[in-house]
C-alpha cells in the first residue's frame, strides 16, 4: 500500500481532487485566467475548477490563486505553495497547517 493511501483513508472520504500527504494537502486545480472574477468552480475529472482574474502572464495567474486560495482557507499566502503545473492551468497546490477535513470544509462553502 502506498504511504498516501494510507494517509487518505485516514483522512477519510475526501473530494477526489484533494489529498493528504505528509506536508499537508494538496489540491488538483483547474485554472481559468482572466475570468471576471475570481470563484470555485466545480469539480471535474478529479480536479477543482477555480477561476482567477488575473492573466497568465509572468505568473500573474499563479500568483492570483495562491492569494484567492489563502483568502477562502484562512490561511497565510506563504502556506500555499505550487508544487507542479507553473505553466499549466492544471496544477497540484500545497496547503500547509490545515487538516484535509477543514480545507474541503472550506472549499465546500464557496462553491
Do not use: D, W
Not at 47 to 60: G, N, Q
Amino acid at each position: 500500500m502506498a504511504p498516501n493511501a494510507k494517509l487518505n483513508r485516514e483522512a477519510g472520504e475526501l473530494p477526489a481532487y484533494l489529498r493528504v500527504c505528509p506536508g499537508g494537502v494538496s489540491l488538483a486545480v483547474k485554472v481559468q485566467p482572466r475570468a471576471s472574477r475570481n470563484e470555485i468552480g466545480e469539480a471535474a475529472g478529479g480536479e477543482l475548477k477555480i477561476k482567477v482574474t488575473a492573466p497568465p502572464v509572468e505568473c500573474a495567474a499563479n500568483e492570483g490563486l495562491r492569494e484567492f486560495l489563502a483568502e477562502i482557507l484562512e490561511c497565510p499566502k506563504s502556506a500555499v505553495t505550487l508544487l507542479r503545473g507553473e505553466t499549466s492551468r492544471h496544477k497540484l497546490v500545497l496547503v500547509r497547517g490545515l487538516s484535509a477535513s477543514a480545507v474541503a470544509g472550506k472549499l465546500a462553502r464557496r462553491t
